[in-house]
């Protein structure tokens, strides 16, 4: 997954640490299932940014794919 969202200038940071966000992995689990994906993070507090596109694009598509199982 590209992380489009960083790359196009959007400058995050975040509203606890002040910290510019960075690409990192991290795990996201759903329904017993443990997905590895790249997203912006806090280097400080590990604090994750779902940006809405994300969270109603493909994350709904998997979440309702694994529901449906």
């Given at each position: 997954?590209?992380l489009?969202?960083?790359q196009?200038g ?11 966000l960075?690409?990192?992995?991290v ?9 590895q994906?790249e ?13 809405e ?15 449906d199982?």
């Amino acid at each position: 997954m590209k992380l489009s969202f960083l790359q196009e200038g959007m400058d995050w940071s975040c509203a606890r640490c002040a910290e510019k966000l960075v690409a990192r992995k991290v795990e996201l689990r759903y329904l017993g299932n443990v997905f590895q994906v790249e997203l912006p993070a806090c280097p400080t507090c590990s604090a994750v940014l779902i940006v809405e596109e994300l969270a109603m694009g493909r994350m709904l598509e998997v979440e309702q794919l694994l529901e449906d199982k």
